[in-house]
């Protein structure tokens, strides 16, 4: 086993979800290995339906799998009980979805600070936090607006912030641009750029070509199972000038 | 670099090389890097001998006092040269040959030059990225390297539509 496997913030080994049976028997992820390095941006890319959704639900614990391990800072969580996953999905895990799952009837700070309180910090603690959050994420000036008074890139930058709220080991995100407007993909790019300069382990799971290529590391997923990856560090530097026109 | 483009700079007004250099330098950002000082008084020298730059000097001691000014062939050429439509086109049918030829002959799997392609196209993507991202806002150079980013992309579909044509072709032979 190498060393990487073991300081790996996430883990997983031959992972499988099957829906159905018999005939019917679908392998939505099918034998998938992973290793999250500590403050490692990993992309999974791949058409819909490839699995990569479900994949990111079942190493978040949202969703159990049909077999083998998902391990979380050199601890088994699927097959934990359901109050110690609820718990470690509150604490542990940050989540950013396509549709951002804001409270809408909730302010920007109100929701982000919610995520803190039901993580158990005091109304104090949480609001400080969640005042910091903001100011991070460049919204301290929309705190008290609702979600429906803000852009769909200033939501999805308030569900950033509430992701970080209780400094999750990693932060998953489910096509985070999916919903956004090219402008406000591009806000969202340079907030992913900045956790990741924090030493914020992220997995992102998109077929946005944007968002993929900040990841230091890009799986393609075909049929639930991986078929090809990437190293995107150590770049081409240089050779931007002939994609502009500007060497022959 | 292109003659008229070295024309158009100057444009403006009559320049000193390091002038025009610097203007280059400010409308490309991180891709001006890659440009030869060299390269730049080569082709105001080749303007020169064709009569399209008229070059006066000042002090005379030092190539950079040259200052160069468009004669009017140079000013004529330069307008054309703005009303010309001319656009890059990549060389997209280089690549499908290549995709036909390897699965006819069985010289590679179509999928995996798809997926070297990709990996390449991916890196220059960050790299593109990485480098608009570093630009102050409104930058004339970021505007440079957002063209660069969308064309990466375009190439990425299609590249993504590629891997769907392929796909069954692989399993049902």
Redesign the interface.
Known sequence: MSNAADTSVLRARGLRKDYGRGEGLVRAVDGVDLDVGPGETVAVMG?SGCGKSTLLHLLGGLDRPSGGEVVLNGRRIDDIGEKALARMRRTAVGFVFQAFHLMEELTALENVELSALLAGRSPRAARRRAEELLDQVGLAGRARFLPSALSGGQRQRVAVARALSNEPLVVLADEPTGNLDSAATLDV??LF?SLHESGQTLVIVTHD??I???ADR?I?M?DGAF??E?R?TG???????A?????D | MQQEVVLAMLAKEPSHGYQLRARLRDALGPLGDAMNAGQVYVTLARLERAGLLAVSEEGADRSDRKVYALTPKGQQRVAEWIAEVAWPRPDLAEFHLKLIAAAAAGLADPLTIVDTQRRELLRRLRDAQRAAMAEPDRSDAALLLEGIVLRLQADLRWLEACEKNWTPRRSGS
Not at chain 1, 235 to 241: F, I, K
Not at chain 1, 243 to 247: K, Q, Y
Request: glycine residues 14%; neutral net charge.
């Open positions: 058409p790019l340079h750029e070509t944007r993929a290529a900040t890009l393609s075909r078929v090809d990437t995107l770049g081409t530097t240089g050779r931007l000038g994609l502009a026109g500007l060497e």
